[in-house]
């Protein structure tokens, strides 16, 4: 159920961004912050009108890209689920989490909603082994996360069960 999702975003909606900046080199970054922003990633065809505009070599916007934690390359969804997987986490059920993501929204870790609304990605050891399994959406740590706390979890955010 996983989208790299086309129709939430035009080449015209790419090209109104990326000419809010002038043709200099070093307006890369905030062109990648305002598609980062707007899409919850970076669509390669915006980073190729980007590199078009800016004139600089798609290899290297790709290579900024891909430096930076922040920016992703792969649709992400307005609330990001953060599984943690590391070995506490893990051994207490962390499992569980990603296969009751599944049940609600469809997605496995590296998949997006095809509304872009819930993407799932999963992560080493964030610290909160104490509360192990631990989930982290968007920037908020949930801990001791159940089948049935996640359901609420999802709910809170707007998500809907799947039927
Ligand atoms: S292993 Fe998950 S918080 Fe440490």
Redesign the pocket.
């Known amino acids: 159920m996983a989208t790299n999702g086309n129709q939430l975003e035009t080449e015209e909606q790419f090209q109104e961004i990326i000419t809010r900046y002038p043709t200099e080199q070093r307006y890369i970054m905030p062109i990648m912050h305002d598609l980062r922003n707007r899409y919850h990633y970076l669509p390669r065809k915006a980073l190729e009108m980007a590199a078009a505009h800016l004139q600089v070599p798609l290899s290297q916007v790709y290579s900024m890209a891909t430096f930076y934690k922040a920016f992703s390359l792969i649709p992400r969804g307005r609330v990001r689920l953060k599984t ?7 051994i ?1 059920g ?1 499992q569980t989490i990603i296969e009751e993501v599944y049940k609600n929204l469809g997605i496995r870790p590296g998949e997006t909603t095809p509304d872009r609304e819930f993407s799932l990605e999963t992560v ?11 989930l982290i959406v968007n920037d908020k740590v949930y801990g001791k996360v159940t089948a049935a706390s996640l359901k609420t979890i999802i709910r809170e955010y707007g998500g809907r069960e799947n039927e």
Not at 84 to 90: I, L, P, Q
Request: hydrophobic share 30%; aromatic share 0%.
């Open positions: 943690c997987d590391g070995t506490t986490c893990h207490k962390s080493n050891c964030i610290g909160a082994c104490a509360i192990a399994p631990a």
